[in-house]
């Protein structure tokens, strides 16, 4: 089992939109793959056609003491996922200072779950710095970064930099990141300059690119794999090379954070 994280400095980047899409990407090359929702938001879930009732979760597995795989559906596309779970203040209150006394649950939970060899997990988080976060960096074997090419997103880079440098440089099972600069407008010359400056600032190898592609948001809306719903779109074609990019790093046996 290989475990992924998606996160970002700043929010509405992408993170949930990048999970799902690359969960149907690995599948596609043969995967066994687990999208987990690691943010209160819950949204994860509608990416896979799971019901917006549906509102069980990891969050109320934990609170009731239920094993995991009690709490794993299958969505539409076939693809398996752990939502967060629907709960109310008082119950999110509870879990997440049960994530602040336990650093390790969630990798702990993970473990428990007995995924295949060739499995990998997906974990979305909520934007910036949280005990969700801090749980993912814990348990992850690899990290993209999301941002979107825009100078709110380039300040906050730093920042989540520093918390992967804390949480995950010093642990031998971590393979190292990605930067995924999402909704890459190359009309715009504003979001050209900021592209170049972060391509500059992380090196060609660790970047990623995708295009604002309306055909994005249209597949979530019907309920449909990107690769499915309009295969010859721009975003497709850029998932494709996304989900490689990523393959590739948890396949590699290297660490690579020397850049942080
Ligand atoms: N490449 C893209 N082209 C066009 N629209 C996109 C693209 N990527 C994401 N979007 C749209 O951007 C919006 C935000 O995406 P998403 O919800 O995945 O962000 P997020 O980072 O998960 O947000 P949050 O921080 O709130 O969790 C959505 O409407 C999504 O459809
Ligand atoms: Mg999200």
Redesign the pocket.
């Known amino acids: 089992m290989k475990i992924i994280a998606?996160v970002?400095g700043?929010?509405?980047?992408?993170?949930?939109?990048?999970?799902?899409n690359l969960c149907a990407g690995l599948r596609r090359l043969g995967k066994s793959v687990l999208a987990v929702d690691l943010?209160p938001?819950n949204?994860l879930r509608l990416h896979f056609g799971v019901s917006p009732r549906h509102v069980g979760g990891l969050a109320r597995a934990v609170l009731s003491g239920d094993d995991w795989r009690s709490s794993v559906v299958q969505g539409n596309t076939g693809d398996y996922v752990l939502p967060y779970g629907s709960i109310n203040e008082g119950d999110r209150l509870d879990f997440e200072q049960d994530l602040r006394e336990n650093p390790t649950l969630l990798r702990d939970q993970l473990a428990l779950l007995g995924l295949a060899e060739d499995c990998v997990v997906v974990l979305?988080?909520?934007?910036g710095a949280s005990v969700y976060l801090t749980q993912a960096l814990a348990a992850a074997n690899a990290a993209v970064i999301?941002a979107l090419p825009d100078a709110a997103s380039y300040a906050t880079l730093p920042k989540i930099m520093s918390l992967i440098k804390q949480y995950c440089s010093r642990r031998k099972k971590f393979l190292g990141y990605l930067l995924l600069i999402?909704?890459?407008d190359r009309v715009k010359q504003l979001a050209d300059d900021v592209t170049d400056m972060m391509s500059a600032k992380f090196g060609k190898k660790s970047i990623v690119l995708?295009?604002?592609?309306?055909?994005?948001?249209e597949a979530?809306a019907y309920s449909k794999d990107l690769q499915e719903y309009d295969p010859l779109s721009r975003?497709a074609h850029?998932v494709k090379l996304c989900v490689q990019a990523v393959e590739r790093l948890l396949n590699s046996d290297t660490v690579g954070v020397a850049a942080l």
């Open positions: 998606i970002s700043k929010g509405g980047v992408g993170k949930t939109t990048v999970s799902a943010d938001q949204a979305d988080t909520p934007p999301v999402n909704q890459v995708i295009h604002q592609d309306q055909a994005i948001p979530l975003g850029d």
